[in-house]
């Protein structure tokens, strides 16, 4: 419950004038880094610094600034709520985070916490990451990815969460689908790039966003996902892959490949995530 904790917290900071804040702070402290203590084991500075970009979030959701209050202080985070954000940010960071989502993190068994843990190492590092989740059907994978959601969008950072069909949409908040999200063409080929231009307030969606979920991918076409990998190298002016990203992609191929008309089994399987 450590995310609810640091709701808790900021409220009564909010709410509570003649509290000993500090006392507060040091007494419950442990409690409400417990997740990000069990994430980054070995470096105290960057479980306080999640901890603190945590309750500056949920203070700022309230009209309130972290820096009024007798707490440990945040590293500056240039990325953070600057004035000149474009549309396309200022939507993404008025995402609801879900109530029910907020013990999703405590609650994650030991694949999905192996997977949680390893995935916000590299959110937190900045290092290029690539995941695929793969599982059958009820197996978590969507629970998975809204703990990850809320733990990234909790500390005011920016988490995509994109899916192939327009159906799984629903299922993620603040999910959309990543042709919108990332204005693939219709037709894609092994050249192909999206409709962003570097300068749209799109990509600077992209620049900002510290980590990327695409559920459903086994269903998109490679070439549609190599059209995605190609743009954000463009636009990160980075040549790793996905620009340097962390991606998450999921699903199971077990369920449905991409639908490619009148094509032959052998078609249907180039055209596959797995021939990427
Ligand atoms: N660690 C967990 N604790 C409690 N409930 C869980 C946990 N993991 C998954 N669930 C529940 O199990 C059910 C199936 O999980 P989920 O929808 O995440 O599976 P999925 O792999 O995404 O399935 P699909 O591929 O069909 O979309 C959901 O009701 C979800 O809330």
Known sequence: MPLALRNLFATILVHCN????RKMWDTYY????????????NSPATQLQCTLKSIK???ESMSKRIQNFD??????????NSLSECREIIEERSTKIPAEDFDAQSKLNAAQEQAFKTILQ?????????FFVDGPGGTGKTFLYRALLVNVRSRSMIALATTTSGVAVAILPGGRTAHSK????????????????????????IRKAKL????EAPMAK?????????SFRDIMDNDEPFGGKVMVFGGDFRQVLPVVPKSTRAETINASLVKS
Not at 30 to 41: A, K, P
Not at 71 to 80: G, K, M, S
């Open 18 to 21: 003649s509290m000993d804040v």
């Open 30 to 41: 442990e409690d409400m880094s417990e997740d990000f203590r069990r994430i980054h084991d």
């Open 57 to 59: 979030y949920f203070l």
């Open 71 to 80: 707490i440990p202080t945040a590293n500056q985070d240039l990325d953070n």
């Open 122 to 130: 590299r959110v937190d590092s900045g290092i290029v990451g690539l």
């Open 182 to 205: 990332f204005d693939i063409p219709l037709q894609t080929t092994d050249t192909t790039i999206t409709n962003m231009s570097k300068q749209s307030g799109s990509a600077k969606l």
């Open 212 to 215: 990327i979920i695409w559920d």
């Open 222 to 230: 490679r070439q549609t996902i190599e059209t995605v990998d190609r």
